[in-house]
């Protein structure tokens, strides 16, 4: 009994990529939205939310003894 393959769409392009190894640039459809997407990561299009931590003179030694 051979199972359905799952496909998932490419994150840059939206084209149907098969989930398998096989797919070489999985969840990407090529080489070239692989690289695309690299790109925005590289020049921070893309980023991912964090918290301001406080700088460390403003933390109390205290908390540590």
């Not at 459809?29 to 939310?49: F, H, N, Q």
Request: net charge negative.
């Amino acid at each position: 009994m051979s199972q359905a393959v799952r496909t998932v769409p490419c994150p840059t392009c939206g084209a149907a990529v098969r989930w398998e190894p096989a797919s070489q640039f999985r969840p990407f459809c090529s080489e070239r939205c692989k690289m695309i997407d690299l790109g925005e990561w590289a020049s921070e299009t893309y980023r991912v939310p964090a918290q301001e931590e406080s700088p460390d003179s403003e933390i109390d030694p205290s908390r540590y003894s």
